[in-house]
Nanobody, 126 residues
Framework: QVQLAESGGGLVQPGGSLTLSCATG????????TGWLRQAPGKAREFVAT????????YYADSVNGRFIVSRDSAKEMLYLQMNNLRPEDTAVYYC???????????????????WGQGTRVTVSS
């Protein structure tokens, strides 16, 4: 069974940068997308970014497009999220999660992701 472990969260000032990591372990034959999702205090989980593991195609939420970069290192079985120009509204617990094949619509739905890590907290504050 796929087990995911996030790391790299912390406190950062607005405008700062942070890189999150996720140890994914071996990708199962059912896992085709691995992504980042987040949950801010008092809010529902939301899609942040995802990557198609084999070909490396990436997709982003509008709110982070141009500021965040998702990448993976297949050999190291690692997923990354480079976050730049952070804003207070980026404050959340960030999760990595895996899913099977997803359409353009379903890849943005948190409910499409079946295996989740425990999350890492990111706080953007001065």
């Amino acid at each position: 069974q796929v087990q995911l472990a996030e790391s790299g969260g912390g406190l950062v000032q607005p405008g700062g940068s942070l890189t999150l990591s996720c140890a994914t372990g071996p990708q199962s034959s059912n896992s085709h997308f691995t992504g980042w999702l987040r949950q801010a205090p008092g809010k529902a989980r939301e899609f942040v970014a995802t990557i198609e593991w084999i070909y490396g195609d990436t997709y982003y939420a509008d709110s982070v497009n141009g500021r965040f970069i998702v990448s993976r290192d297949s050999a190291k079985e690692m997923l990354y999220l480079q976050m730049n120009n952070l804003r207070p509204e980026d404050t959340a617990v960030y999760y990595c999660a895996t899913a099977g094949w997803l359409s353009e619509f379903t890849r943005r739905l948190p409910s499409s992701y079946t295996t989740w890590g425990q999350g890492t907290r990111v706080t953007v504050s001065s």
